[in-house]
């Protein structure tokens, strides 16, 4: 049987392939290449999905079980790298359907880049990619549910976020001051990934973490500068995807806490203990409550709302990349 590493590290090969042609189709308007990016990007989801199966089995075997079908006690979410692929098959899943919703392909250049540097990130940080015994803590039938629910919150929560930045160079009046938040929060967002595996010499790591926010938003600037950018939908529509992937991430993120709430009476004998992890995914849960307040309530649009796509996956990126890594928890043991 083929390996569950060399199915993820298959599908990592066809997102590349996907963000690959999603860039030649934005750059050539090419219907072709639009075709292969759609098909390379449900090649990969394809790959991983099997991946993930052929993992539960393989951790099953690991605990000495064997029927297999002990996949849901064994589900292969519960350490960084699963769960950073986890993220990532979720994301591109998720921007694939919004794609086969909207029939535009323009934003598959900036969602399928987070995927795959969430993926990579397992490569370049150096998380064991074998499949490894659960710890007590974690052979719970609790377990699929709640993990599950909060990666399909977070996933959408990185396509909120591509939307966003996609959105401020389709846009005629991005100013200075909108190049500086883009800037400032890419910025943070290398650096929690690049930081939480090293922790140490910061001024390296932000002086790194600073040049590639430089080439993300010079990208940027190209698109809207040379009319690129033209091919994305309009703003209100960009506005109403954005608004539908916050929604999803925040119903599920909801469900997530609750269930996450539930699991730990069960194991550790109270609903709520203000965990590093904890806290920090109740802060991101209240920047999206904040978001859906903001457009419903105060019936607020245009590039605030932008502004809290953005903030709000910079709250996520922390929760997973800083609070598991450089924060010591109950939730420490899923590294």
Known sequence: MISSVTLFNAGMVAFFFAFLFYTIHTFSKSSWSGKLATLAGWLGVLIQGTAFIVRGIEKAKVNMVSDWLAFYKYAPFTNMYESLMLFGWTAVLLYLLFEWKYKNKAFGMFV????????????????????????????????????????????????????????????EDTTQKDWAVIFVTTWFIFFFIIYSAYRENVPYYLAISAVAAVVFCAFLYVLKRYGISRIFPSVETMEQIMYQSVAVGFVFLTIGIILGAVWAKYAWGGYWSWDPKETWSLITWLVYAAYLHARYIKGLSGKPLAYFTIVGFLSVIFTYYGVNLIIPGLHSYAQ
């Open 112 to 171: 399928i880049p987070l995927a795959l540097i969430g993926e990579l990130s397992t490569q370049i940080l150096g998380f064991n990619p074998e499949a490894q015994p659960l710890v007590p803590a974690l052979q719970s039938n609790w377990l699929l549910f709640h993990v599950v629910t909060t990666f399909v919150g977070y996933a959408a929560a990185a396509v909120s976020a591509g939307v966003a930045y996609a959105y401020f160079s389709k846009r």
